[in-house]
């Protein structure tokens, strides 16, 4: 062989293998999925609490649909917008939450989304004093966060100033809060979960206050959807020391102007048994169904109000297999299960009250506007309930059999 040819060739083969090599180090953060050939990312989006919220921002605008930007361990210094995308997630990155805290500001943080919100799952984040308000998303996710020591505008109630909830779901569809934990403290009792006209909400497997020192809740959960809410699993725990503070008991749920409301398996504690508390108030509305939940120290009040509502009616209502829990009995409508309407001029309609357990309760349904035809249509009347040392206060000709 021609030595020079020998040489040449070899300095060929090794220029072609420094050229490859070189240009499969230009890809190296890019592989290709097998099942499209897409390219994603090789490396992983994270921030970390050294960033400034700007660099924060801008690791989530680099995200693309569909990718995720993982939070570092650590606590965070928010007191901005944290700007979000659609389609792109937001989740702890080890096994401990990161703190977005925003406690150096004297009034909670407000962190206002739209539709940049859709398609987003935040997950495993502690926020504190800090609450989201999100608008017209469809498909965001809430899960695994805690969200604490939200502070209350000053000289403010119940009904003056409302934006004391830590997750507010606005004309939403599809959204999902599970599995979070909401704590309010002494200093500023507030809310957790309201819904206004969402369609398909669930709310499932949440914790509202321990009792105790986060128990301080004015209200658990508001819900005026549209349609269609589950509100499922959940544990609400309030500290009975704000019973004698009216001005901060707004009921464990409140619920009106729903289409289709499901309230099954919570467990509901420490509100009065009083015309401010209850554990669940429901009003004005269609389709509801509460079962299966175990009320600790106050019941279920049921109402159709003439006034302040674009639902005046209560429509196809079953209340099943419930455990109401009082300490004594009384002939109220807050010691167990109770009725009321002030409305003359449209009536309910298929009240079914079936299969409670409350022995030292109440079920109580003789104010003198109801219908009693239109109460036991379709079903509708009271059957099988435990009321054995309480009330059975019932108007006369409503459907009634078994009750013990």
Known sequence: ?????????????????????????????????PENNAQVREETLTI????????????????????TVYADAGTYTITGKIVMKAGVSLVKLTTTNPIFSATSLSSILTLSYGTELSNCTISGITFWNIRMVITSAANTAIKYCIFDYGKRAANTNKTNNLKDDY??????????????????????????????????????????????TTGYFVCAINDNSESNSLISGNTLNRNTALNSVDSLTDHGMYCHSFTGLNISNNTVSGWPANASGGSIKARNGSNLTISNNTLNDAGIMLYEYVSNTAFPYLNNVVVSSNTINIASPASDIYHGIGYYRDNTTHSEYSINITGNNLP????MANHPNIDVTNFNANGGGVYNNDVATGYLLLKSGINNSGNY
């Open 1 to 33: 062989m021609d030595r020079n040819k020998y040489y040449s060739t070899r300095q060929t083969i090794a220029l072609l293998i420094v050229l490859l090599g070189t240009a499969f180090s230009c890809k190296k953060h890019v592989i290709a999925k």
């Open 48 to 67: 970390d609490p050294s960033m400034t919220l700007a660099q924060i921002n801008a690791v989530i605008a680099s995200a693309s649909a569909g990718e």
């Open 167 to 212: 997750v507010e779901l606005l004309s939403t569809d599809s959204s999902l809060v599970s599995n979070c934990v909401f704590c309010h403290r002494s200093t500023d009792a507030g809310r957790g979960v309201w819904t206004k006209s969402t369609t398909n909400t669930r709310i499932l497997n949440n914790t509202f206050g321990n009792g105790g």
């Open 360 to 363: 030292n309760g109440t079920i």
